[in-house]
């Protein structure tokens, strides 16, 4: 193989990334201006596009994470695991883990803990973290709120 062809295939490749990340950016900002609309479909496509592609845009969501924050906490809000899901894969490329598994645990089936991907085998790694620092907290004695919905250890 020729080094003239190969700098020419390399270079269309990241010609090709580079398209990529500016059509899946334009499309974060199409789908982020959507989240402010007050028709619920439009929301709720909203953030199945920005769901789908949060690994290719979770830096422009993050900029926007109250938006998503405030879908979930509307309790009349019919999608708000998928809201919940969303915050939670942007809280973990920010690496954010505690805020990530938050909304991870309020996510429903969107947690998939059958997934071998970086993201599931983090959110399980944090809930064992959790269980075994409620664990040791009980048999210390110390206060533990078992009733509480969270009870994260900062490690």
């Not at 270079?11 to 989240?35: F, G, H, P, W, Y």
């Not at 790694?125 to 009733?147: E, F, I, P, R, W």
Request: proline share 1%.
């Amino acid at each position: 193989i020729n080094a003239e062809y190969m700098g020419s295939k390399i270079k269309k490749r990241i010609q090709d990334i580079m398209s990529t990340e500016v059509i899946s950016s334009n499309i974060a900002l199409a789908n982020l201006s959507l989240l402010q609309e007050s028709d619920l479909q439009l929301k709720h496509y909203a953030l199945q596009q920005l769901h789908k592609n949060v690994d290719y845009c979770w830096h422009q969501v993050s900029e926007h994470i109250v938006y998503i924050e405030e879908l979930y906490e509307d309790e009349t809000f019919p999608h708000r695991e998928l809201a919940a899901s969303l915050a939670s894969k942007v809280y973990y490329n920010l690496e954010d883990y505690d805020e990530a598994l938050n909304y991870a645990l309020e996510s429903g089936n969107y947690l998939n803990l059958e997934n071998t991907d970086l993201y599931t085998q983090q959110m399980i790694s944090k809930c064992v973290n959790c269980l075994l620092y409620t664990s040791d907290a009980a048999d210390d004695l110390l206060c533990v709120d078992l009733g509480g919905r969270r009870i994260i250890k900062k490690t």
